[in-house]
């Protein structure tokens, strides 16, 4: 990617500022920025409190949607209630984990339509936290969480091989969601 504008430039130092939990690097190559985040406090987290409605349910962020409709597609109206109830995306995510008659080969067939799902609706419902998301532009969306391989890159943001993509252990499935979303936003030119 060649260099970015003086206008991008500009956005991305506000952005930085105004984003916790986040950085923007140059990639390992130089060829593209990376926008990196991690943790609960960056508006871009599942974790990140950020209330929406999905088919007339409220949720107060996606790790509430997203355990939820993991409850409901194994048929556990039980655990979906106590889901529901819970107001910490930590706890929700404990609770997500105890779905009776889980089964990973099909909740990995349909749980990324159900994280973008939860992801769309969370940026439809605040506008301010789409605007953050579209500050965006120009970079490479990444959610760095050693712990995550799925949905991060499988690299803490401190880890010198999270600058490169070919040192990833993770598949960034929440970075491209967040990406989808944002170039779903962007006028074309």
């Given at each position: 990617?060649?260099?970015?504008?003086?206008?991008?430039?500009?956005?991305?130092?506000k952005?930085?500022?105004?984003?916790?939990?986040?950085?923007?690097?140059?990639?390992?190559?130089?060829?593209?920025k990376l926008?990196?985040?991690?943790?609960?406090?960056?508006?871009?987290?599942?974790f990140?409190?950020?209330?929406?409605?999905?088919?007339?349910?409220?949720?107060?962020?996606?790790?509430?949607?997203?355990?939820?409709?993991?409850?409901?597609?194994?048929?556990?109206?039980?655990?979906?209630?106590?889901?529901?109830e819970q107001?910490?995306?930590?706890?929700?995510?404990?609770?997500?984990?105890?779905?009776?008659?889980?089964?990973?080969?099909?909740?990995?067939?349909?749980?990324?339509?159900?994280?973008?799902?939860?992801?769309?609706?969370?940026?439809?419902?605040?506008?301010?936290?789409?605007?953050?998301?579209?500050?965006?532009?120009?970079?490479?969306?990444?959610?760095?969480?050693?712990?995550?391989?799925?949905?991060?890159?499988?690299?803490?943001?401190n880890?010198?091989?999270a600058?490169?993509?070919?040192?990833?252990?993770?598949?960034?499935?929440?970075?491209?969601?967040?990406?989808?979303?944002?170039?779903?936003?962007?006028?074309?030119n």
């Amino acid at each position: 990617m060649p260099n970015l504008s003086k206008k991008i430039q500009i956005i991305t130092a506000k952005m930085h500022s105004s984003i916790p939990s986040s950085k923007i690097i140059e990639s390992a190559d130089k060829s593209e920025k990376l926008f990196m985040f991690a943790r609960a406090t960056c508006p871009f987290s599942n974790f990140y409190l950020s209330p929406f409605c999905e088919d007339g349910v409220w949720y107060n962020c996606v790790e509430q949607y997203f355990q939820g409709m993991k409850a409901k597609f194994f048929g556990d109206y039980e655990t979906l209630g106590e889901i529901i109830e819970q107001k910490s995306p930590k706890v929700q995510r404990k609770i997500g984990r105890q779905v009776r008659d889980y089964d990973d080969k099909e909740w990995t067939k349909v749980s990324t339509d159900f994280m973008r799902k939860g992801n769309w609706a969370k940026f439809e419902y605040n506008p301010q936290l789409l605007d953050l998301l579209l500050m965006t532009r120009g970079t490479y969306i990444i959610e760095v969480s050693q712990n995550d391989p799925r949905w991060g890159i499988g690299l803490s943001i401190n880890n010198p091989n999270a600058r490169s993509r070919k040192h990833w252990v993770g598949r960034n499935l929440l970075g491209t969601i967040l990406m989808e979303i944002r170039d779903q936003h962007t006028p074309a030119n």
